[in-house]
């Protein structure tokens, strides 16, 4: 049994090979940093409450059944249904390059919904679906995408064989990603130099994905359970600096990347529409249409299916819920069929084909159609449509948010009961308005913050950075002296953020009651 496992990767690392297969290899290990935007080992340093969403463990366990459903039940479907769909149009193509096609159109790409979303006040259980969805979705699509796509060369498959690879890259890959995790930390727990620090997170996470492909696992699985592993510890041994330099370096990467798909398959089109006999336009036309078709509507009947499945067993059987989060509703299931655009990982499996494949320029042609018209019809009617079906924010986050930030006010306030100095009276009265603030938002919304001590903050920093040119053009100081000073400035100006300025309580003795219950 185990023999025959191997005998079937063997021959998809032949297949590989034979079609210029290093160029699948290269281009599937781009698809980690697509991954790695969803991760909660990032931190949000310019966003308001709530806005940057990302996809705990917590959040996860919670709609365990939504996602499963989406990642495995939504990809299959759209997969066997492109599939039969495209064959029709061209019978001569055979099942498993069928099947290839379908695997390469149907993961959704969650960024580009999410970019949309993010803009607008909607309940966060429908984000973490959605980000959950785009964790996993990838590694289903792409597993058969491999097998198809092996099967279509080699004319080779075995189902019974299929199952266990499954089973086994699938479970692995979980393994390996926990254990290779705890490696890292133990090897990198004196780190301190930043850049090097950057570059090892490069290094590492290539290394894992390039490990467990190379010895048969699931490199999407052991390259997402890797990094979830350390976000659950990697924030408590990183400092501020760090944060803000990785966070910095993997934004500008992963947008490079998503702009080169785009140039790689532009440059793979022209040569496509070079090679197309004018007697074949009608049928790439034809299958391009009604595979993007097939994309759009698979996704909408299989989750407005499901959504009326949920509400149903709720009306019948009642619902138990770990936490408050929003039930399903018509309007959210409209929301979540409609956020189907799909991206990169469409883009970089369908270049990663051999040159040899079957009815390659078919495929690639179509996989861009449907990127695409998705990208367009659906994610410039998405705002349109959440406004139409008046779908509001829950303030899950909002009152998170307050939780967190009055119990760690608590704590420093708690700490600084003990100083007596000027500056810790001055701390004190600060961590007893952010007390407040917090106390307050996880009771409901707050009020927005105003801009008046922003403003002002601001414009302090604006004439210091006048001055402090001014003394350079002058010769008063040199550059070392002046790039000092200008980076004191610019911890000053990151520190105008508004939720480090909550606005006094109504009542203002409030604020002065705790402090001197603290004292």
């Known amino acids: ?21 290093h160029k699948l290899r290269r281009l599937s290990e781009a698809l980690i940093l697509k991954e790695l935007r969803h991760l909660p080992n990032r931190q949000s340093l310019s966003k308001r409450d709530g806005e940057q969403i990302h996809v705990s463990v917590r959040d996860l366990r919670d709609n365990l059944g939504p996602v499963t459903s989406l990642a495995l039940g939504a990809v299959g479907f759209t997969i066997a249904a492109v599939a039969w769909v495209v064959h029709q149009f061209a019978p001569g193509m055979g099942w498993a390059a069928a099947i290839t096609l379908g695997a390469i159109v149907a993961p959704p790409d969650a960024s580009a919904a999410t970019a949309v979303l993010r803009q607008l006040s909607l309940p966060h259980r429908l984000m973490v679906i959605l980000e959950g969805e785009s964790l996993f979705n990838d590694a289903s699509a792409l597993l058969i995408y491999r097998i ?68 048969g696992l699931s490199a999407i699985i052991t390259v997402v359970v ?33 702009v080169l798909a785009f140039v790689l398959i532009g440059l793979q089109m022209r040569g496509i529409v070079m090679r197309l006999d004018p007697a074949q336009w009608r049928l790439y036309g034809l299958c391009a249409a009604a595979v993007s078709a097939a994309v759009i509507l698979t996704r909408v009947v299989w989750v407005m299916s499901q959504n009326a499945l949920a509400r149903w067993r709720i009306r019948r059987f009642g619902v138990r819920l770990p936490r408050p989060m929003m039930l399903p509703t018509v ?84 700490l600084l009961g003990k100083e007596t100095s000027s500056f810790s009276l001055a701390l004190r009265q600060k961590y007893a308005a952010r007390l407040e603030s917090g106390e307050q938002q996880s009771a409901g919304p707050r009020p927005v913050p105003t801009s008046a001590p922003i403003s002002l903050h601001r414009s302090l920093v604006d004439a210091q950075r006048k001055t402090l ?23 000053l100006e990151l520190s105008s953020d508004p939720r480090l300025y909550p606005d006094p309580a109504p009542d203002g003795g409030k604020v002065h009651a705790k402090e001197s219950l603290i004292k």
């Open 469 to 491: 040119m001014d003394l350079r053009a002058r010769d008063v100081i040199g550059d070392a002296a002046f790039q000092a000073i200008e980076e004191e400035l610019d911890l």
């Open 148 to 215: 198809a796509a092996a099967a279509a060369i080699t004319g080779a498959f075995s189902g019974w064989n299929v199952v266990l690879m499954l089973a086994l890259t699938c479970g692995g890959g979980v393994v390996a990603g926990v254990v290779l995790a705890r490696v890292y930390l133990r090897l990198t727990v004196l780190l301190r130099d930043i850049p090097i620090s950057v570059l090892l997170q490069f290094i590492s996470t290539f290394g894992v994905w390039i490990l467990a492909d190379h010895i």
């Open 1 to 21: 049994m185990s023999s025959a496992i191997r005998g079937l990767w063997a021959t998809m690392d032949r297949c590989r090979i034979r079609g210029g297969g």
């Open 226 to 258: 890797y990094a979830m592993t350390l976000a659950r510890h990697i924030p408590a041994r990183t400092d501020a600096r760090h944060r803000i330099a990785s966070y910095t370096v993997w934004e500008v990467v992963v947008f490079v990347l998503n």
């Open 331 to 414: 309007g959210s299931g409209i929301i979540m069929s409609w956020c189907g655009m799909r991206g990169i990982v469409t883009l970089a499996a369908a270049l990663a084909l051999p040159t040899a494949f079957p009815y390659r320029d078919l495929i690639v042609f179509c996989a861009f159609c449907v990127v695409l018209t998705t990208l367009v019809i659906q994610g410039s009617t998405l705002r349109w449509l959440i406004q139409r079906v008046g779908l509001h924010g829950d303030g899950m986050v909002e009152r998170e948010v307050g939780v967190a930030r009055a119990e760690t006010a608590r704590v420093a306030l708690d």
